[in-house]
C-alpha cells in the first residue's frame, strides 16, 4: 500500500467518523430532549401526588 492509498484510507475513516459522531451527537440531543420532558412529568406527578396525600389527610382528620 503506498503513501496515497494509506492517505484516501484515513479521509475515507475520518469522514466515516465524522459521519458517525454527528449523528451520535443528534441521537444525544434527541435523548436529551426526552429526559427533560420525562422529569418534567414526574415533578407533575409527584405534586399531584404530594396534593392528593394532603387532601387524604383532612380526610381521614388525626390519628
Known amino acids: 500500500m503506498n503513501i496515497d492509498q494509506r492517505l484516501e484510507k484515513l479521509t475515507e475513516r475520518h469522514e466515516a ?12 440531543e434527541g435523548l436529551k430532549s426526552i429526559v427533560q420532558q420525562d422529569a418534567e412529568n414526574i415533578r407533575a ?8 396525600g ?8 388525626p390519628q
Open 17 to 28: 467518523l465524522t459521519l458517525s459522531l454527528e449523528l451520535l451527537t443528534h441521537d444525544v
Open 45 to 52: 406527578l409527584a405534586r399531584i401526588a404530594e396534593i392528593h
Open 54 to 61: 394532603r387532601r387524604l389527610t383532612d380526610i381521614e382528620g
